[in-house]
Nanobody, 122 residues
Framework: QLQLVESGGGLVQPGGSLRLSCAASGFTLDYYVIGWFRQAPGKEREGLSCIGGGGDRTNYAESVRGRFTISADNAKNTVYLQLNSLKPEDTAVYYC???????????????WGQGTQVTVSS
């Protein structure tokens, strides 16, 4: 069974950091693109970053470039998203997803994790 499980969310103060994890099972990262997305209440799901199999290709949304960093540990079959300099507007449910194209569009992804909540508040 193909599965993605996110973890690492929580409550953090503005300016703080979190590292989100996306653990894959039932398939290997070598042949998939993993994307990170977020969805705030009342807003559409937004593509943040993605990484190609092997970790040699990445892409970022302009809204998070320089603050968020995506990486992959293929030995652990896990992709990470490091969130730095967090702002209240970063509050959302964060999802990872697997697909075949290096894209920030939701339609490019075939299956999704259940999400992890990130709340940035003082």
């Amino acid at each position: 069974q193909l599965q993605l499980v996110e973890s690492g969310g929580g409550l953090v103060q503005p300016g703080g950091s979190l590292r989100l994890s996306c653990a894959a099972s039932g398939f290997t990262l070598d042949y998939y693109v993993i994307g990170w997305f977020r969805q705030a209440p009342g807003k559409e799901r937004e593509g943040l970053s993605c990484i190609g199999g092997g970790g040699d290709r990445t892409n970022y949304a302009e809204s998070v470039r320089g603050r968020f960093t995506i990486s992959a540990d293929n030995a652990k079959n896990t992709v990470y998203l490091q969130l730095n300099s967090l702002k209240p507007e970063d509050t959302a449910v964060y999802y990872c997803a697997a697909g075949r194209i290096l894209s920030l569009a939701t339609y490019a992804y075939d299956f999704w994790g259940q999400g992890t909540q990130v709340t940035v508040s003082s």
